[in-house]
């Protein structure tokens, strides 16, 4: 049994003309007739009566159109749900980000336009640390994830993006005075920095080791968002991220820092399983957003 026979079964049913069957499934007569005729042979039994040119339908075919019916709105769910698998409008998307501002904000803003024209999808937005979302991602536990580099699981592939940093002060703060910052202008300037193991305090560590500069270290914060507030406050100075300083630089003045000091985040997804169409077309949104805060690409 094929999708033609069933709709022109079902259409002759509705308009109880094989003429009018034809105008609405757009192919000629005699072809709803032949279908008609194939569907009855598949059957074993008579669809309808011939009666000076019209058809009559049999009692066993109003019988079995509830069923026709119903598979017929089943291969339209199909199709329509294959429509909007292509098109990027079904479906579901599990999403893991890293914790300040990038799930407190960056994400949710990120998640927020690509649902905006997509009624049909859902999406689960989890913060948990980075090495978790590494775990999670591993055993494809979700989709797509947002961390800290570098990885320690396998199971995973990765696409790596490199931020900037920026020495950032309280207002009024005397150093201001200089268009660029180094070790030597901050020797024995009480910082805020991120912890031990992070990966700007390495780079930090070095810069002021390699200048013969001393490194005051007066807080050690897990967040770049809790130093903007340290900084904020006139506790210190600190090295922050583009993502931070973009949704919380509120009473903060920004220098750049000699030597560059970067911060390496990756977005991860399952090497192991193929990705959904969904899942690529966030990818190139997210990418996209995550390109904006890298000047010149």
Not at 195 to 207: E, G, I
């Amino acid at each position: 049994m094929k999708y033609k026979q069933m709709l022109a079964f079902r259409m002759v049913m509705l308009t109880g003309s094989v003429s009018q069957a034809a105008e609405r499934i757009h192919i000629s007569q005699p072809a709803v007739s032949n279908l008609i005729l194939s569907l009855e042979q598949h059957f074993g039994f008579n669809l309808f009566e011939r009666r000076k040119g019209r058809l009559i339908p049999t009692p066993d075919a109003h019988h079995i159109y509830e069923n026709v019916s119903e598979a017929l709105l089943g291969f339209e769910k199909v199709s329509q749900s294959a429509h909007n698998i292509r098109d990027h409008k079904s479906g579901s998307l599990r999403i893991a980000s890293m914790p300040g501002v990038y799930g407190a904000t960056f994400m949710p803003d990120v998640v927020s336009e690509f649902l905006a024209d997509r009624d049909d999808i859902s999406v689960n937005l989890q913060i948990q640390p980075s090495l978790k979302i590494q775990r999670w991602i591993s055993s494809d536990l979700y989709d797509i994830g947002i961390a800290e580099l570098p990885l320690i699981h396998s199971g995973i592939e990765s696409e790596e993006f490199n931020f900037k940093c920026v020495c950032v002060l309280p207002e009024g703060h005397s150093l201001l005075k200089h268009e660029t910052l180094t070790p030597k202008e901050l020797e024995n300037e009480p910082f805020i920095s991120l912890n031990a193991d992070h990966m700007t305090h390495h780079q930090t560590r070095q810069a002021f080791a390699d200048a013969g500069a001393r490194w005051k270290v007066r807080v050690e914060t897990q967040l770049f968002l809790s130093a903007a507030r340290l900084t904020q406050k006139g506790t210190g100075v600190a090295i922050l991220d583009p993502f931070t300083l973009k949704y919380d630089s509120h009473g903060l003045k920004t220098r750049p820092f000699l030597p560059d000091i970067y911060f390496k985040i990756g977005i991860l997804y399952p090497s192991e399983h193929p990705r959904s169409l969904l899942a690529e077309e966030f990818l190139k949104l997210l990418r996209e957003r995550l390109l904006d805060f890298i000047p010149n690409t």
